[in-house]
């Protein structure tokens, strides 16, 4: 149904995901941890980074079928974001960055898994 590569894209960006959510779960809470710049900030924000650009590789590939079970709002605001902290490091909005975590990819996640249910 999908090809390797995109769904390698995707299990890539439910990598970052987990390993967002385990770094939140080891500061005890986002807060915490993005408070913590020395570390699990830096790391929170270059993982949102490359779940940005797994997705615009499979914009960029045609996976326009996959990318459908996506919510529009998710893609074009992991974008946003990335741009964000690629050309405003110091100035980024860690209350966006809360509410991405928090609300989003929780989402994201369940697409992903809804994904790869069907990839059979």
């Known amino acids: 149904m999908f ?5 390698q894209n995707v299990k890539t960006i439910e990598k970052k995901i987990n390993f967002i959510q385990t770094i939140v779960e080891e500061n005890g809470d986002v807060i915490k941890a993005l408070e913590d ?3 699990s900030r830096a790391a929170i924000l270059m993982h949102l980074t ?14 326009l079928e996959l990318l459908g079970y996506f919510e529009k709002q ?9 741009t964000f902290i690629a050309h405003n490091y ?3 909005d860690l209350y966006i960055v809360e ?22």
Do not use: C, H, P, W
């Open 74 to 82: 998710d893609i074009k605001g992991s974008y946003d974001l990335r």
């Open 50 to 63: 490359s779940i940005a650009e797994q997705f615009d590789k499979l914009m960029q590939s045609g996976e």
């Open 37 to 39: 710049e020395k570390s």
């Open 90 to 92: 110091e100035g980024v």
């Open 99 to 120: 509410d991405v975590i928090n609300e989003r990819l929780n989402v994201i996640k369940k697409n992903i898994q809804t994904i790869l249910s069907k990839k059979d």
């Open 3 to 7: 090809s390797k590569k995109a769904l």
